[in-house]
């Protein structure tokens, strides 16, 4: 009898862990390639393989965990920059660091990494360009700035 892995009577909170376990693996095999053509190469599939893992993070209140996240895709690479990752990756990623630092109290980080995502998302996602702000806004106000 083949059961599916994390699913079966498992609380959602397992199968998130389970879950999580899962991404951690394809994140590090995507780290850790070592292809040179950028065509080819695992390391652009690392980010959005990030980004679920703060989700995970996130929502298993397993914050601590996001900085090892974050070490790992802003570590130099001699082949590979961050503005070579797609574009919607990126914003989201940085939705997620700035998210971090707002719950660090490092807000002026935060609205460096906020308003780059707000300024990368298109018009057409409301949804996405209201969760930015409704971070933004208030880490622009303790800042001091207009928002």
């Not at 879950?19 to 292809?35: G, I, Q, V, W």
């Not at 082949?79 to 700035?98: I, K, L, Q």
Request: aromatic content about 12%; some cysteine; overall charge positive.
């Amino acid at each position: 009898e083949r059961v599916a892995y994390g699913l079966a009577g498992a609380h959602r909170g397992e199968t998130l862990a389970g879950c999580e376990l899962a991404l951690k693996r394809a994140f590090t095999l995507c780290l850790n390639d070592r292809t040179v053509e950028p065509l080819f190469t695992r390391y652009t599939g690392a980010l959005e393989l990030a980004n679920q893992l703060f989700k995970c993070y996130f929502r298993l209140n397993k914050v601590r965990l996001c900085k090892h996240i974050i070490t790992a895709i802003e570590r130099p690479n001699t082949s590979f920059s961050f503005e070579n990752f797609p574009a919607p990756h990126r914003a989201t990623y940085r939705y997620f660091t700035g998210r971090l630092h707002v719950l660090e109290d490092a807000f002026a980080e935060a609205d460096r990494d906020l308003s780059y995502a707000y300024a990368r998302i298109p018009k057409k996602y409301f949804a996405q360009r209201r969760k930015v702000l409704l971070l933004l806004i208030p880490t622009r106000l303790v800042l001091g700035l207009a928002p």
